[in-house]
């Protein structure tokens, strides 16, 4: 593969798509993002996804060829036939069992289309140019859509905000506690809209790191906001592109990777 060229990346989210045009070294270089409707149908929403390409690769000036394109990489919430790329998004109803990977690969054929989990991506991005570089073992946590407003209301200073910033930041300390006992974690990166809340989560989230570990080796973790921000999970898509020997596998033999779906 010819990695001097730019790859496609698409998030798809029950709150927002994106798209961006990435170079290989992870930086993007154009990007934007639409809501994710919820009164369409799997097409309408399909053709919303489409132009939404179309904007950024013509804001990008590049075109949608083989000649100027290394890959498409997506991520798609969850569940999904993998890596076939049949997703059945949990916050978009329209789409169920929908050929998102099929779909990308018609449209850019002759190179490769990567379809994974949308966490998986955003950690992917976190560990490849993000706060897990350099590390070996890194936790990835996404918390997302549904609590916009109530962040909204808590850095407002809504008593009913705050209290449930308090209750997310406080069970994400816990979780990432007992993660910390079963992995031999140097760094968990949390993404996704909640985690730009700052202070309002993540001081409840340390003080139940701090009343929930007591061993030396978990002092050592650090438990940051994710380094990309909103952009980790686009930087983690091209990620399946530019290094695809560490964040994909999906084409290796023994795969169903889907026959009918060129550019695997």
Known sequence: MDTARPALAVDVGGTKLAAGVTEPGGRLIAWEQTPTRRDLDAEQLWRTLDALITRVLE??????GAA???GVGCGCGGPMEWPSGLVSPLNIPAWRAFPLRGRLA?????????VHNDAICMTAGEHWRGAGRGTSNMLGMVVSTG??????????????GVAAMRRAGKALGIAIASAMYLCDLEVVSVGGGLSQAGALVFDPLQEALRAHT???FTKQVRVVPAELGQGAGLVGA???IFAADRYWSGDLPGRLTGATHPGS
Do not use: N
Request: net charge negative; proline share 3%; glycine share 14%.
């Open 106 to 114: 018609e449209r850019f054929a002759g190179i490769p289309v990567r």
């Open 214 to 216: 007591g061993m030396e």
């Open 59 to 64: 804001g990008a000036k590049v075109s949608a």
């Open 147 to 160: 609590a916009k407003d109530l962040a909204a209301d808590g850095a407002a200073g809504h008593q009913v």
């Open 68 to 70: 100027e394109l290394a």
């Open 238 to 240: 091209a990620a399946l």
